[in-house]
DNA sequence: GTCGTGACTAGCC
DNA sequence: CGGCTAGCCACGA
């Protein structure tokens, strides 16, 4: 694995249950807000896929994007975290957003 | 070292 | 509002 997706995946445990995440966020977070490609791609090649909650990672809007276990899955993770899918769609999305902590300047 | 792809995003028609 | 194109970063061949 590479030190990128080490970060990725680093940053998706810092999401709580019930929380999500936009792939802009975690990229912001690891230091490279326009690596957002890059996030899904580790997200995807995740190892540690139990280990790292890449479900609570959507993309903009609340869109939920995709998921290699099948979005259907997604979705439904999702709602067990309390998570309200709508249509390929987080419902109240900008209530259940998690921000990352600014650990930037 | 170069080309192509991908769980993305924003802009244009 | 919906679909398509271009740009972006990182990884694999």
Known sequence: MT???EKV???LQEIPRGKVSTYQDVAKAIGSPQAYRAVGHACNQNPFA????CHRVVASGGKIGGF?????????ILQQEN???KNGQIVDFESKHFIFKPTKK
């Open 3 to 5: 030190l990128f997706q």
């Open 83 to 85: 998570v309200r899918v």
């Open 9 to 11: 995946w680093k940053a």
């Open 68 to 76: 290699a276990n099948g979005l259907r899955a997604k979705i439904k």
């Open 50 to 53: 139990p280990r790292v909650p």
